[in-house]
């Protein structure tokens, strides 16, 4: 995503691209078969080269116990060759890196199957900011997601709660808080809706956050939607045009700005830089070196 005339932006967007091309990111990859309801949801792994193009669900990084996540859902109208895909970006957060840990994108699915996915992913990486874009079919996802928690802690489902070890099933994933920048009262709103104004704002952020190299891209083919997606001089909003897609640059700005507005002043506080925690989980600070730190940035 890039202004007619930001050379050096493109510049970036090649240098990632190029090493992506060059070291492929290794991944696991799966297919969702989804049934009548979230408990007949089966996930299978794709391992043959000649079944890569089934691959819905890319995981380069399983969940980490302490690690603190950010996720960003674009859902889509429709199931058409041309139909936008519904999209679930995630991104493990830091004081100063956003890395891409897993991504989710079909166009084959019901709305209400978006939601299960997302479900599952704010499930397995616990520790989460969910941030849904509302407009289209986003308050569907929004209300099927919140009945999905009070179904998983009802009586009649106990047993299949059980059986399936989802007895903690949500139970720290929440919803990113909107709250306009120019007001002054504490007001906030579920999510995100994205109009003229809040898309330019969204994007321009995601720009930022990749031009200063803070996120950190393993999707080749989020790389191929960045590079159709152009800022003109014009006062048209950013998209992706003709029938180029945008799904999964949109559900990645979504994470961006959850990550900005709610997480990274407290990460920083924290001094949970990317090398640090990267450190402390190669067990290469001790406990003492670990609270020294964290008494130095209180």
């Known amino acids: 995503y890039a202004c007619e005339d930001s050379v050096w932006c493109l510049a970036i967007h090649q240098r990632y691209y190029e090493s992506i091309v060059n070291e492929p990111p290794p ?8 049934g009548t309801n979230i408990f007949e949801t089966r996930m299978e792994q794709i391992r043959d080269q000649d079944r890569l193009d089934e691959v819905e669900l890319k995981i380069w990084e399983e969940p980490v116990e302490d690690g603190i996540y950010v996720i960003g859902c674009d859902p ?14 995630c991104f493990r957060a830091y004081a100063d890196k956003l890395v891409q840990v897993a991504e989710w994108a079909t166009a084959e699915v019901e709305t209400h199957h978006c939601a299960w996915v997302l479900a599952y992913l704010a ?21 099927e997601f919140d009945q999905l928690k009070e179904r998983v802690h009802a009586d009649m489902y106990a047993t299949r709660v059980r059986n399936l070890e989802w007895d903690d099933f949500l139970s720290q994933a929440r919803w990113y808080l909107y709250h306009r920048p120019d007001s002054p009262g504490p007001g906030f709103a579920l999510s995100f809706e994205t109009t003229w104004r809040s898309k330019m704002e969204l994007m321009n952020q995601l720009r930022d956050s990749f031009t200063t190299d803070i996120l950190m891209p393993r999707s080749l083919a989020m790389l191929d939607e960045m590079r159709t997606i ?7 909003a950013p998209e992706a045009p003709g029938r180029y897609k945008d799904d999964r640059v949109f559900a990645a700005a979504l994470a961006n700005r959850a990550w900005i507005d709610m997480l990274r002043t407290r990460l920083i506080h924290e001094g949970a830089t990317y090398e640090v925690v990267s450190q402390a989980e190669r067990g290469e600070l001790n406990a003492t070196q670990q609270t020294i730190r964290r008494i130095v940035y209180d």
């Open 27 to 34: 991944f696991q990859g799966y297919k969702f078969t989804l």
């Open 230 to 236: 152009v800022q003109t001089r014009s006062d048209i």
């Open 123 to 143: 499930g397995a990486y616990r520790d989460c900011i969910v941030n849904l874009e509302l407009g289209g079919p986003g308050r569907a996802i929004l209300r």
């Open 76 to 89: 889509a109208y429709g199931r058409t060759e041309w139909a936008d895909r519904h999209c679930v970006q």
